[in-house]
């Protein structure tokens, strides 16, 4: 049964929203591991159509299924490139065969067109049955170095088998889907990963918007819908560190936030679903509507939520929870860790893979809203990774002293510390795509614009998306702002919608405002 009460603490007032037992701590996930037995089983594993491994003469081709090694004999033969194994996902080098004789010849783009034509999806795995050029021919006994291969066991370095090759970091027309798939891949596979958010999200086509914009068209990325219950841009960062929380032996999650934050929110809802409790320390915010459906959704999900009013009492709080027992996993404010910002280097990779399918054009430009920064970074880096050369302009919603520029760059360099040697690191300056703007935050957070306000109604009007005024609606405000100065002229713009639009559940509890802290009730709009 959930219940409301209060409880006093030196830090400040607090309302728990459900009673949770605090267990024993255990190992949480560390970094480094990856040279543990099993890390990324298969990463980096060069296989070919005939199910084994071979050190001897090899060639690497690019082709749209990422460049798989084949034996110089099997290639002979017709037989298909890796066979479906995780470490089958290696773009090699484009280029030329390089057999045991040293000497460098063209490859045969006869045999690279038939291992295509046989293949069954991106990595053009084949398996008996499948109509590929591995069954032109009986495979030969290999049962012994496939014994061999296994006592070597897997080798952990997953950025040899997803080199960049210098021809594709350039036009846009050799973006390798299969690249970007499989640094998608590694990273799952390097860290803690759990999938909670519904995705590929889809891409939307919009013409009244890119009449409004003056640009050649226009876009939106669907992760309002990124999940079943609950969307928004958090589920993507959700997915590695409620992952990392569960990996650890933690049975709940403290977080941070504004009283209505959806951040909260989502980690709630998420935690919920892996059966993880949660409690979030909030600050005053202005009142907005939705600030009492967000409490009633904490209160049907039994979320325990502590009231403080200044960011000495958030401190206090934090130590004290993080102290009793250590049952508690931390999920920074906004869940914009690096870890957390894998999510969105995921969903850089992923808009590639749907411009490489011709679900849409490659950005010229994206935008975006912009707190605590772990979308923008992820975006930034994820879209290098992938070959885009889309740039961003990012709508800053929280002021320079809540998240000051120093520590979004520090963010950055930590993303990419973390990558290092998982997938391989871009040569560009981190956020060199990225325009913050700040003449749209307004008198400060949650507080609305007259621009954010207009631009919620017309997106509602002609795109019928909903949009907020504390995040989402400013960042729209930057993008039809410029689209009226004529900055998108023949440029193919996106939108990066970030706001959740899925409906509150049925059956709310309502919400007795008698004996609620202070801070809470003062950011509740009027009765």
């Known amino acids: ?34 040279g543990d037995p099993g890390f990324q089983a298969g990463a980096g594993r060069r296989t070919c159509g005939c199910g084994t491994r071979r050190r001897g003469a090899r060639v690497r081709v690019r082709s749209g299924n990422g460049g798989f090694d084949r034996h110089r004999a099997c290639r002979a033969a017709g037989y298909g490139y890796g066979a ?21 010849r063209p490859p045969d783009r006869s045999r690279v067109a038939e291992g295509q034509a046989g293949a069954g999806g991106h990595d053009g795995a084949h398996s008996a049955g499948d109509g590929g050029p591995a069954n032109l021919l009986p495979r030969p006994d290999r049962s012994h170095r496939r014994s061999r291969a296994a006592e070597r066991g897997p080798r952990p370095a997953a950025a040899a088998s997803i080199r960049l090759h210098p021809a594709e970091a350039g036009p846009i027309a050799l973006i390798s889907a299969s690249r970007a798939r499989a640094c998608r891949e590694a990273i799952r596979q390097g860290f803690p990963w759990r999938a909670i958010a519904d995705t590929p999200t889809p891409v939307d086509r919009h013409v009244s918007l890119a009449g409004e914009l003056g640009a050649r068209s226009a876009w939106i990325k669907r992760d309002d819908i990124s999940g079943v219950k609950h969307g928004g841009n958090k589920l993507r960062k959700l997915e590695f560190l409620l992952a ?8 709940g999650v403290l977080t941070y936030g504004a009283v209505g934050s959806n951040h909260i929110l989502s980690t709630a809802h998420a935690a919920r679903s892996l059966g993880l409790d949660c409690c979030g320390i909030v600050r005053p915010q202005p009142p907005t509507p939705y600030v009492e459906e967000t409490l009633r959704c904490h209160l049907l999900l039994g979320t325990r939520l502590v009231a403080v009013t200044d960011p000495e009492a958030t401190e206090r709080e934090r130590e004290r929870m993080l102290a009793e027992g250590g049952a508690w996993y931390e999920v920074p404010l ?81 993303l990419r510390q973390l990558l290092d040697g998982v997938c391989p690191l871009p040569e560009d300056e981190p956020l060199s795509r990225v325009e913050f703007r700040t003449e749209f935050l307004g008198t400060g957070y949650a507080l609305p614009t007259d621009e954010a306000l207009a631009a919620i109604e017309f997106m509602k009007q002609e795109t019928n998306t909903q949009l907020e005024y504390t995040y989402s609606g400013k960042g729209a405000a930057a993008m039809l702002s410029d689209g009226r100065k004529g900055r998108h002229k023949d440029l193919n713009v996106l939108f990066w919608n970030t706001y959740n639009s899925r409906p509150a559940p049925a059956g709310l509890p309502p919400l ?16």
Request: hydrophobic share 40%; proline share 6%.
């Open 84 to 104: 479906g194994t995780p470490g089958a996902r290696s773009g090699g080098y484009a280029g030329h065969v390089r057999p045991a004789d040293g000497r460098v």
């Open 244 to 251: 990392d929380a569960l990996e650890g032996g933690y049975r």
């Open 334 to 414: 906004g869940g914009s860790s690096a870890l957390g910002c894998l999510g969105y280097v995921c969903g850089a990779l992923e808009l590639a893979e749907q411009v490489k399918a011709g679900e849409c054009p490659a950005p010229d430009l994206i935008y975006l809203p912009c707190g605590s920064s772990g979308s923008t970074l992820g975006l930034d880096l994820g879209l290098s990774l992938a070959g885009l050369p889309t740039r961003m302009v990012a709508a800053r919603v929280v002021s320079e002293s809540m998240m000051p520029m120093s520590r979004v760059r520090s963010l950055a360099g930590q």
């Open 512 to 527: 007795i405002r008698e004996g609620l802290p202070e801070v809470i009730r003062a950011s509740l709009p009027p009765a």
């Open 1 to 34: 049964m959930v219940v409301a009460a209060f409880v006093g603490h030196a830090g400040g007032q607090s309302v728990v929203f459900s009673n949770l037992r605090f267990l024993r701590y255990s190992r949480a996930w560390r970094g480094g591991r990856r």
